[in-house]
């Protein structure tokens, strides 16, 4: 009968257990999200509970001002401030009432990847949440640089001067042959494949070195452990990753086929086989002045005779760098592939963008257009 009782009082434990679990991983994340917004996309699940969990343990502090009768006050951010600056200087100003629940909140909600540089008149009478929106308002006399997901550096050099920076494409492209300290613990040679793809919202006076560090920080905030976790456990350094990621980027016009597209490569590289990448080629190709664009296409048969090391039909592994600068998708994929049988894709016939995936050379023919 003891046996029996323990054994119960054991399921009831296991029961509790269970019912905590569930209340932390999904309650807390919902209830975070219906107060204080959706998370940051960049964020990993665990990081979402743990911000969550954070703020909701501030109660009413992020949405009561300090002194709902304070006056106004100057308060400048200074280029490049880190957001733990920021959140200390706002409550030694008397400001905000507790620095770490800043900090959160503007992790949590991604604002502290537009927080502005420049000068802003602050009050007491903000909550934590007001003043964390106010230090993101853009000036109308902001310079927008938009870098788009599958761009090489010689795009982004081309769209700087519609962009509003002081910046000419030639200075830009020779300072990215040195990435700023940020981006040091991945061994890049130079910036490309670390332009993370996003609107870039700066002060016109924006220097050409605290642009460039604008944007390794950027990069560099979305490589989460979980993330550089889940490319080690692939056998893959950071740097590798991100190469094999920007191919993905230039196959994957669908991006929700990245992470089909990048087991292939995967499984390719796992048993030393070539990886007959079309935009590894391209990018050895460079310009094509007939059709205005750095990406040849279609191929012709001759251009996968290029000699390159970035001709990929030619030499087995990896191309010695990225060959764009690809997005948090496609990361994702490679440290998260799907677990496939596949060595070959080729597009489909039907001019869909989406590609048919085979296991075998034959099957690849097979699936050739007619």
Known sequence: MRRYQYYFILLIL????????????????????LLYGPPANHLSISNRIEYSARLLSYGDELSTPLNPNGAEQNFIVSSGESISSIAQRLQESNLISNADAFFDYVVYTGIDLTIQ?????????????????????????????VILAGWRMEEIAASLPTSGLSITPEAFL???????QVLDFTSAPSMEGFFF????TLPRETTLDQFLDIVARNFAQRMTQDLITAFENRGLTVYEAVIIASIV????????????IASVYLNRL???????????VQYALGY?????????????????????????YLNVGLPPTPISNPSLEALMAVAYPEATPYYYFRAACDGSGYHNFSVTFEEQIANACP
């Open 14 to 33: 296991v029961v509790i257990t269970l019912v905590c679990v569930f209340s932390f991983i999904y309650y807390i994340p919902a209830r975070a999200s």
């Open 117 to 145: 540089a420049g000068e802003f008149n602050l009050s007491p009478a903000q909550s934590i949440i007001d003043i964390a929106k106010a230090l993101q308002k853009f000036s109308p006399t902001d310079a927008t640089l």
């Open 174 to 180: 020779s300072a990215a042959q040195t990435p700023p």
């Open 197 to 200: 793809p996003d609107t870039y």
């Open 249 to 260: 980027e230039r196959e994957a016009i669908h991006i929700e086929e990245a992470p089909m």
């Open 270 to 280: 796992a048993i030393n086989m070539k990886l007959d990448a079309d935009p590894t």
């Open 288 to 312: 094509q002045f007939d059709k205005n664009s750095w990406w040849k296409s279609p191929l012709a048969l001759n251009d996968l005779q290029i000699p390159s090391p970035y001709n990929t």
